[in-house]
């Protein structure tokens, strides 16, 4: 049958949002879902996964993978977007109880988002070198891998789902084939470890260490509003629905950054060889920041600044990345996996276990509040920061202690760090650089940045 217009995207989106719906209640009804605080998207992801894979439903995963690489493009759009609060309160994090950390001395913010960025910058090279090595071991023994294999591991880990794909999608036309669903298992396994390692280890750590938490809300635990409470704000308006919604007007300039950012990227790729130029692509979302920071400057100075709405904006990041999220999960191909399934688990089951000591290690040398930026930093760095977030709201559920603030100013010190270390994984490609000495360079940074943290104090 032929319809008069085409469907299939929105079909695919709807397919997604059957998914979400149920990950909302099978959060809101499972006990151990409720423990582990284990996200709906992720839960409707892998229940797609099932699905597609066991071809309940025929869903095509290219499509599903476009879908993902525009969402992770449009969260990044949106944080670019989003002005900071006027007139916010700080809270004191002396309003803590100085058992779980200690009193709060000047800079605390400055100090803990520098730890968390220079944590980035030991565990991401650290994931890079443990990848390459098995990379190495494989080819050893007569398996040889492509050689930016081993380097989806931090892509999946500690950038998350998004560039794991972006990259992995730009490596399949280098040659790398099957890169993209590779990338997407890695980050999904990354979000394991971040829900059923992180969460047990700071349930623990609360009891070793007798903490004076509260239990998490009914309303954190089973994910939905209960029936009485009164609902929480998502926003304001700033436009008159006579004239135009007010989320219309702040995905309206989404989306006249991501046609900006493509009409930039299509130009430029031309000025490039015909390699980088592909590659090119795989940096969508640093472009897209860029030119929204730019749109909000501008946005800033003009008579028109009061229009933009923080909570709104937010709003639409917070909805990117679920749906970023529950596209990984529907996107991963079993039968490709089936090829690479001993590569896959040795990596990301070591660097997994690696990541978990470094972390926790580097964290009992804090002077305030160790657990909760361990356990921040821990889910950003095994998932996204919205993992990062929901690890420090068991120890901090009402996010009284700066650490919350602390991941947003991280990226301050940890975008040039990360930035340059995400450049250099391509360096086997672009520059015809060899696996060892791409891992040399690798080696050079974990050894630097793991001196400033162990001279430093935080």
């Known amino acids: ?90 809270q004191s994090p002396k309003a803590y109880p100085e058992e779980a950390g200690g009193p709060s001395k000047d800079g605390t913010i400055v100090r803990g988002s520098l730890w968390m960025a220079l944590v980035q910058a030991v565990t991401f090279p650290a994931q890079a070198l443990i990848g390459a090595f098995f990379v190495f071991m494989f080819a050893l023994g007569g398996t040889t891998l492509f050689n ?11 950038e998350g789902p998004g560039q794991a794909l972006s990259f992995g999608k730009v490596w ?147 909805f990117s990345v679920d749906y970023l999220i529950v596209s990984t999960g529907c996107a991963i191909e079993l039968f490709v996996l089936k090829a690479y399934i001993a590569p896959i688990l040795l990596i990301s089951l070591t660097g997994g276990a690696a990541t978990t000591l470094i972390v926790f290690i580097l964290g009992r040398n804090l002077s305030d509040y160790a657990l909760e930026r361990s356990l921040a930093i821990y889910g950003v760095v095994t998932g996204t920061v919205s993992s990062g977030l929901m690890l420090l709201r068991i120890v901090d559920p009402e996010l009284k202690t700066p650490v919350a603030r602390e991941i947003g100013f991280m990226n301050i010190f940890a975008v040039p760090v990360v930035g340059g270390l995400t450049c250099l994984v391509n360096a086997p490609l672009w520059w015809g650089w060899s696996l060892f000495t791409t891992c040399l360079v690798f080696l050079l940074v974990l050894a630097i940045a793991f001196i400033v943290l162990l001279k430093k104090t935080f």
Request: glycine share 10%; no cysteine; aromatic share 16%.
């Open 172 to 318: 399949e036309g280098a040659g790398f084939v099957d890169a993209s669903t590779i990338g997407l298992a890695f980050a999904t396994i990354g979000f394991f470890f971040s829900f059923f390692v992180g969460v047990p280890l700071a349930n623990v750590r609360l009891k070793k260490e007798k903490y004076r938490v509260e239990a998490p809300p009914l309303f954190l635990s089973t994910g939905i509003l209960q029936k009485g409470e009164p609902p929480q704000s998502a926003g304001g308006l700033t436009i008159h629905n006579s004239s135009l919604d007010t989320l219309a007007f702040h995905f309206a300039q989404v989306g006249f950054v991501y046609v900006m950012t493509y009409l930039f990227l299509f130009f430029l790729s031309g000025l490039l060889p015909p390699g980088m130029a592909s590659m090119i692509w795989g940096f969508f979302f640093i472009f897209g920041l860029v030119f929204a920071m730019l749109l909000r400057l501008l946005v800033d100075i003009s008579p028109y600044s009061h229009l933009l709405n923080p909570p709104l904006q937010r709003r639409i990041t917070g």
């Open 148 to 158: 930016t294999f081993g380097f989806l591991l931090p892509l999946g880990f500690n």
């Open 1 to 90: 049958m032929t319809t008069p217009f085409p469907f299939e995207p929105l079909v695919v989106f709807g397919f997604l949002s059957a998914m979400m719906i149920a990950g909302i209640l099978l959060r809101a009804t499972v006990p151990v879902f409720q423990k582990i605080l284990f996200p709906a998207s992720l839960i409707g992801g892998l229940m797609g996964l099932g699905l597609i894979n066991l071809d309940v439903i025929s869903i095509d995963a290219e499509t599903v993978k476009a879908f993902a690489y525009h969402f992770f493009n449009i969260s990044f759009i949106s944080v670019g977007l989003t002005p900071p609060e006027t007139g916010e309160k700080k």
